[in-house]
């Protein structure tokens, strides 16, 4: 009865700072922001009840929910003179920076991703003949942050031969996307998904440049895309394409087959009565 008391009294005892019983105690922010594709630090750091401890000592994060989260980092240090030893660091992007014997806990995270946005939690485990072991329990939440970026700007046609564009972003906060360009085109739906938004252009019906612009709190992006629509020539002035420079070749040709005939007959023929006949042929 006298341990559960003491588990109870300890279960209790939460301050503001960090949870504390008997002596231990962790201390950790309640949030961290990092930005994507770079790094961020998750500080944490205990006390424990001993004036010195020499016996193996296990520093821990976990993500999810404390106790039962998914183990991302695992340090060991068998002696005050040995320095923690990863022996866990998934995808090798969790680096300890500080040092479990000077009651310090924290990781590097390097390289952020969207997935990196979890609540952590930070345990160290104190070898004996009672192991001592001790968890953040309210844990940290990172919040992954990043200006706009355009993925992706595509036209595409419908069933009724008209036309439509689409712009698809990413950032975090979910930027807010527009629409600019040549007048008359109506916007469309848009939809999102976490940190990612697209939303449509309709009825482009005036070639020239649409600009797509994504816009929140860390700043802003552009894409364009041109639009423009081929329109086929009638047949008489297709044919005349074609033709007239295939006349014109044809009628050089002779020019010159002639010129090299007659020279050698030694008569000289009227060359724009040849070029004419040539030309009606």
Request: charged share 20%; with cysteine; hydrophobic share 35%.
């Amino acid at each position: 009865m006298r341990e559960l008391g003491l588990v109870l009294l300890c279960l209790l005892r939460i301050s503001r700072k960090g949870v504390q019983c008997n002596g231990w105690s962790v201390h950790v922010p309640s949030d961290v922001t990092g930005e994507l594709g770079k790094m961020v630090i998750l500080p944490c750091t205990f006390t424990h009840p001993y004036k010195t401890f020499d016996r193996a000592l296990t520093a821990i994060w976990r993500i999810r929910e404390p106790y039962n989260g998914t183990v991302i980092f695992k340090c060991v240090s068998q002696s005050s003179s040995e320095l923690c030893r990863t022996a866990i660091s998934h995808k090798n992007k969790y680096k300890l920076l500080g040092n479990p014997r000077h009651k310090d806990l924290s990781i590097r995270v390097d390289n952020l991703t969207w997935s990196d946005s979890e609540r952590y939690f930070c345990r160290v485990e104190l070898a004996g003949d009672i192991q001592d072991k001790y968890e953040s329990r309210n844990g940290i939440k990172l919040h992954v942050i990043a200006a706009p970026r355009i993925i992706n700007i595509t036209v595409s046609s419908s069933r009724d031969h008209t036309f439509q564009a689409r712009c698809t972003a990413e950032g975090e906060p979910a930027p807010a996307l527009s629409w600019s360009g040549p007048p008359e085109s109506s916007p469309g739906s848009g939809s999102s998904s976490s940190h990612r938004v697209s939303k449509e252009l309709r009825s482009l019906s005036h070639d020239g440049k649409y600009t797509c612009t994504a816009v929140n709190s860390h700043g802003r992006a552009e894409g364009a895309v041109y639009f423009y629509r081929f329109r086929a020539p009638d047949s008489s002035s297709f044919m005349v394409l074609i033709f007239v420079p295939l006349g014109i070749k044809v009628v050089v040709l002779l020019a010159m087959l002639s010129f090299a005939f007659f020279s050698r007959e030694g008569q000289w023929p009227d060359f724009p009565s040849i070029l004419l006949d040539a030309a009606l042929v």
